[in-house]
T-cell receptor, first 113, second 112 residues
Framework: SAVISQKPSRDICQRGTSLTIQCQVD?????MFWYRQQPGQSLTLIAT?????????ESGFVIDKFPISRPNLTFSTLTVSNMSPEDSSIYLC??????????FGPGTRLLVL | AQSVTQLDSQVPVFEEAPVELRCNYS??????LFWYVQYPNQGLQLLLK??????LVKGINGFEAEFNKSQTSFHLRKPSVHISDTAEYFC??????????FGKGTTLSVSS
């Protein structure tokens, strides 16, 4: 399975600021995904990021709030913009191996004060 | 729309006891089924998956799950748990044309 890393692993941010989270994969993958896991909750898909095209956002998530870049087949970024305490969550990226199986990064733990 | 129900939010067990974590999904069409584990302060790790073939699937760390199409279930089992199995367990379902859908999770607490 792919090895996925995320930066930063955790951060504490002030409301109104933005944070960019990086996701790096050790092999080329077509599909990358960004999820949010709010405290004590399950995972919710934010968007699907495919290289060479605009990200596809799920209902309830918009590009202005969560802009995503996918410059190549091994890297993606998610920005959480104009943060509020409600954005405090774990943000995880994942990749699909081509056989409908997703593998997850270690997550970025974000606390917004 | 596809949905996943994990029937138990918390499962406390003693070390070396057997455990079953229950998962039901809503769709009757072809699906792919997964169990993930999340240890404290870590990401999700794939435990096992069912894509096709044998309905009994074996995964890592001694876990196994059985796909039951008629009951739309995919329960996770381990015959003897360890303290180190304490974690959050998520059942997930993928159906063609949709996203991977997660259940709400089951907290497995193993005590001595």
């Amino acid at each position: 399975s792919a090895v996925i890393s995320q930066k930063p692993s955790r951060d504490i941010c002030q409301r109104g600021t933005s944070l960019t989270i990086q996701c790096q994969v050790d092999s080329q993958v077509t599909m990358m995904f960004w999820y949010r896991q709010q405290p004590g909750q399950s995972l919710t898909l934010i968007a699907t990021a495919n290289q060479g095209s605009e990200a596809t956002y799920e209902s309830g998530f918009v590009i202005d709030k969560f802009p995503i870049s996918r410059p190549n087949l091994t890297f993606s970024t998610l920005t959480v913009s104009n943060m509020s305490p409600e954005d405090s969550s774990i943000y995880l990226c994942s990749v699909e191996d081509g056989v409908r199986t997703q593998y997850f990064g270690p997550g970025t733990r974000l606390l917004v004060l | 729309a596809q949905s996943v129900t994990q029937l138990d939010s918390q499962v406390p067990v003693f070390e070396e006891a057997p455990v079953e974590l229950r998962c039901n999904y809503s769709s009757s069409v072809s699906v792919y089924l997964f169990w993930y584990v999340q240890y404290p302060n870590q990401g999700l790790q794939l435990l096992l998956k069912y894509l096709s073939g044998s309905t009994l699937v074996k995964g890592i760390n001694g876990f196994e799950a059985e796909f039951n199409k008629s009951q739309t279930s995919f329960h996770l089992r381990k015959p003897s748990v360890h303290i180190s199995d304490t974690a959050e367990y998520f059942c997930a379902v993928y159906q063609a044309g949709t996203a991977l859908i997660f259940g709400k999770g089951t907290t497995l607490s193993v005590s001595s």
